[in-house]
């Protein structure tokens, strides 16, 4: 069914885009195109675009090559900076691959999405990670990252479009506020009629957000990508499910963080007694896409803490890439394990993949 979205004063225009689920090989220039009729997209603010593409993808190929970022860290949880490729195996689906190049990457440009949970839960801590998040921007963001900003909550808005301007994205983010609405008819972008909506979705699209930013705003963009979310972890209303989310960031090759930030006086008797099970849910969305969850309560300094640790990793990442000996472009999912020699070295990285071509 179609969801409902908030009405928002302003909008900047979305660009659905080309997809590119692991970083493999060369990447088209951004591409418009229009949500399949057998999905239909969540709610949200994001305008609709004509499609201007032939076909959408889920994986650009250059010579089939296959590149991942990861991060590796000691026994004692210190981030490893000075490995080489003799160091470190790669095997997909059980068979063992060669890794063709291999280098620390601390300079690549990032495309970064900051998604804030603007849900009625998060009232008593918005302040604080609005405050967090700005700082974060400032510390991370160099002349040639992009990053964008997205609320979600009944709906899925975009408040800050790619930019590597900190200025506009710190004010965009301070700008979020809750919104505990019902839902009901919206304007997907200026000028544009109403959207019908069957029933009214309310809570929290945490899963809608997360597939819909991975298919329309960084599946064709190129280097790092990361999503770092804001939120207690809890969704209510999404048709996305949470495998569903998973693939779409997967096939976008996204890194998502999770900072669980919960008010948890919210949920009864000052801890998490009305069934709560974010945290459980948001430990698989960030594992098997290569990132973490960092559990701060609602604990200021800690959401501080937790930042810095997200700007440390994204600054400490190898890549390595390899032709896989399964050189069909068949679609489907190829599972991925890597490790690295050393005294009880762990990797952080991506779960697997997605094995399309280029449609023509």
Same mark, same amino acid.
């Given at each position: 069914?179609?969801?409902?979205?908030? *009405? %928002?004063?302003?909008? $900047? !225009? $979305? /660009?659905?885009?080309?997809?590119? !689920?692991?970083?493999?090989?060369?990447?088209?220039?951004?591409?418009?195109?229009?949500?399949?009729?057998?999905? !239909?997209?969540?709610? +949200?603010?994001?305008?609709?675009?004509? *499609?201007?593409?032939?076909?959408?993808?889920?994986?650009?190929?250059?010579?089939?090559?296959? +590149?991942?970022?990861?991060?590796?860290?000691?026994?004692h949880n210190g981030l490893i900076p000075t490995l080489a490729k =003799?160091?470190?195996?790669?095997?997909?689906?059980?068979?063992?691959?060669? @890794?063709?190049?291999?280098?620390?990457?601390?300079?690549?440009?990032?495309?970064?999405?900051?998604?804030?949970?603007?849900?009625? =839960?998060?009232?008593?801590?918005?302040?604080?990670?609005?405050?967090?998040?700005?700082?974060?921007? %400032?510390? $991370?963001?160099?002349?040639?990252?992009?990053?964008?900003?997205?609320?979600?909550?009944?709906?899925v808005n975009l408040e800050q479009d790619f930019t590597n301007n900190?200025?506009?994205?710190?004010?965009?983010?301070?700008?979020?506020?809750?919104?505990?609405?019902? &839902?009901?008819?919206?304007?997907?972008?200026?000028?544009?009629?109403?959207?019908?909506?069957?029933?009214?979705?309310?809570?929290? $699209?945490?899963? *809608?957000? /997360? +597939?819909?930013? +991975?298919? *329309?705003?960084?599946? =064709?963009?190129?280097?790092?990508?990361?999503?770092?979310?804001?939120?207690?972890?809890?969704?209510?209303?999404?048709?996305?499910?949470?495998?569903?989310?998973?693939?779409?960031?997967?096939?976008?090759?996204? @890194? @998502?963080?999770?900072?669980?930030?919960?008010?948890? !006086?919210?949920?009864?008797?000052?801890?998490?007694?009305? &069934?709560?099970?974010?945290?459980?849910?948001?430990?698989?969305?960030?594992?098997?896409?290569?990132? %973490?969850?960092?559990?701060? &309560?609602?604990?200021?300094?800690?959401?501080?803490?937790?930042?810095?640790?997200?700007?440390?990793?994204?600054?400490?990442?190898?890549?390595?890439?390899?032709?896989?000996?399964?050189?069909?472009?068949?679609?489907?999912?190829?599972?991925?394990?890597?490790?690295?020699? &050393?005294?009880?070295?762990?990797?952080? =990285?991506?779960?697997?993949?997605?094995?399309?071509?280029?449609?023509?």
């Amino acid at each position: 069914m179609s969801l409902s979205f908030r *009405d %928002r004063p302003l909008r $900047l !225009p $979305l /660009v659905a885009l080309l997809s590119l !689920p692991l970083g493999l090989g060369a990447l088209s220039a951004r591409a418009q195109t229009t949500p399949s009729a057998d999905a !239909p997209p969540p709610a +949200s603010s994001f305008p609709d675009q004509p *499609d201007e593409s032939k076909a959408e993808t889920t994986l650009k190929v250059n010579v089939n090559l296959v +590149s991942l970022y990861f991060t590796v860290r000691d026994k004692h949880n210190g981030l490893i900076p000075t490995l080489a490729k =003799s160091d470190c195996n790669i095997v997909e689906d059980k068979q063992q691959q060669t @890794i063709k190049n291999f280098s620390a990457e601390t300079d690549l440009p990032l495309t970064l999405g900051i998604m804030v949970d603007t849900s009625g =839960s998060q009232q008593r801590v918005l302040p604080l990670e609005q405050q967090a998040a700005d700082n974060f921007l %400032r510390s $991370l963001m160099r002349k040639k990252d992009e990053a964008f900003v997205v609320s979600f909550d009944v709906g899925v808005n975009l408040e800050q479009d790619f930019t590597n301007n900190v200025s506009e994205l710190q004010r965009a983010i301070d700008k979020t506020d809750i919104n505990v609405g019902a &839902g009901g008819g919206g304007v997907p972008g200026i000028g544009q009629g109403p959207v019908p909506t069957h029933g009214a979705p309310k809570g929290t $699209l945490l899963y *809608d957000a /997360v +597939s819909q930013v +991975s298919n *329309d705003k960084i599946r =064709s963009e190129t280097g790092r990508k990361a999503l770092i979310l804001l939120t207690d972890g809890e969704d209510e209303g999404s048709e996305t499910k949470p495998n569903q989310a998973i693939e779409a960031a997967q096939k976008a090759n996204a @890194i @998502i963080y999770v900072i669980l930030i919960a008010d948890r !006086p919210f949920y009864g008797n000052g801890g998490f007694n009305l &069934g709560y099970s974010g945290d459980s849910q948001m430990q698989k969305l960030t594992q098997e896409t290569g990132g %973490r969850v960092i559990n701060v &309560g609602n604990n200021g300094k800690k959401l501080e803490d937790a930042f810095a640790q997200i700007e440390e990793e994204l600054r400490t990442q190898y890549l390595a890439s390899y032709t896989p000996t399964n050189n069909k472009l068949d679609g489907s999912y190829r599972k991925l394990d890597i490790s690295c020699k &050393g005294d009880g070295l762990k990797v952080q =990285s991506r779960k697997g993949y997605y094995a399309v071509g280029d449609i023509e």
